[in-house]
């Protein structure tokens, strides 16, 4: 069986085409009928995933190539879901790196790619999308060749192959002039370039917990590489913490291979193949499941430590608990620690009376998509601005610091440079990149770059594109100027009326519309000052029996400001708070009478 069998794992940076190339081989390997309906992305399997179009959990899939089963493990693309990645390498043999053809090698390309490098994974390098207008597959080649040479990588990882590709049509060829017909030498290769597992059947069981999720019937189900041995449905296990600790003993109830998109029952597993196993109530990730005879644990990769953090509490607002069913501590709580031990990426904190909780990731997008999932799940909380994590070292005080990549057009290149130096950044490399397009490379701390994004697409138009990465840990860089504008405050509450809205649009930019729900304390838009305004967004207009020509015409109004979660979460300042229902988010004040915060602003003016 090992005989006929490879591992392998997809890596790039996001929206280079992992998830659409899987497509095309799931269909041109004969997994699927002629006449079968397939949906486009078929591996992001989850709402968000198929809503904003990027991947956000590892997947296993198979598919057969003549008489050989290729394990293929879909990653995530993005920075902040990287913690996913460093995970499933362990369960490979080889990656095959995508890369843009016109992008070329991106933050997120380098960090997945020292990651494989590290593991001594020999890479296939797929140049993807040459069929694009801007495409430059050559200086792309020379580009990857650079960045493997200053990751350090073998001589036999520098020697890879690379294919030419354009994975939304389903086609690879090692020269751009051979015939455009099928991925098959894709396919070819990964059987010539992989290695087979190396493993021993004759040695006890042992498997390797790497990825954990919950099925509907069978409960618990734990993903992982069987190491070595065979095991059978009905064996009795046991688990091992990374320290060689019992965890608990067990027994494997169900067996499961995957087969395309779906896991298929099997009455045994052996060494080599990506499995699925249930019957274990408490093992979690890289815990090892292992025959009773085995005493020492498998190895697992270390995971880069989370670098921000939010403060999740109880929604107290004067309308709480009128949108989710979710809303007490106690309920927030065990979601919370479900979610920290299926994601290895996520930390858990709680303060001493347990009801409010700090969740450090990697990222907003990271803790955005947990929120998210919380909401659609029926929960209301309030979430404090991001923080990052600082570290101190000999008494000195360090913070993380981040690459930052912008391609940008070139008339808006001395915005944006000066912008990051306003938030500390440290430009690193300016080139061209044609088109009049400049690539401007910076070293910047992750505080400045909260809440940064929404600005950075005002002051490009929308044309730019910025793409960050945690490099290291670097010396404190000072204060940074946070959000310079205050905000608008209800001092009533009940319902929004569009009169009251368009005498104050002079203000400053609104968040609301007429008829939205308000209450004293609610932030409702932002001023064009730097002090906070209250108003009284529920003034209507005062009648009286007297009419004129053209003075009773309809009200303009602006659109309303309308930002994602994320971008709300980067927005609030230390002051305020993100209320999260399932049916709207709100900002707001985290004191709401207009006595209590002039009393807080005394008693901090006066330490």
Known sequence: MTKSLRNIAIIAHVDHGKTTLIDNLLKQSGLFRDNQQIEERVMDSGDLEKERGITILAK??????????????????HADFGGEVERILCMTDGVILLVDAAEGPMPQTKFVLSKALAQGLKPIVVINKVDRSDSRAKEVINEIF???????????????PVLYAS????WCNFELEDKKENLHPLLDLILN????PDVDLSKPFAMLSTLLHSDAFFGRCLI???VHGIAKVNDIVKSLNLNNQKIEDGRLTKLFTFSGTKKVPADNIMAGDIVCVAGLKTTSVSDTICHVDVDTALKSTPIDPPTMSVTITVNDSPISGLEGKKVTSTIIRDRLLVEAETNVAISFKENDKKDSFEISGRGELQIGVLIETMRREGFELSVSRPKVLFKEENGEKFEPIEEVTIDVDEEYSSTIIDSLNQRKGEMIEMRDTGQNKKRIIFKAPSRGLIGYQSKFLTDTRGTGVLNRVFDTYGKFKGVIKGRRNGALIATESGEAIAYAIFNLQSRGLMFIEPQTKVYQGMIVGEHNRHNDLE???LKGKKLTNVRAAGSDGLISLIPPVKMSLEEMMSYVNDDELLEVTPKNLRLRKKLLLTNERKKHQREYASI
């Open 60 to 77: 296993p899939t198979s598919v057969v190539w003549k008489n050989t089963r290729i394990n293929i493990i879909d990653t995530p693309g």
């Open 146 to 160: 650079d960045l493997f040479v200053a990751l350090d990588a073998s001589d036999q990882q520098l020697d890879f």
């Open 167 to 170: 994975g939304r049509d389903g």
């Open 193 to 196: 370039h992989v290695a087979e």
């Open 224 to 226: 992982g590489r069987v």
């Open 535 to 537: 108003i009284n967004v």
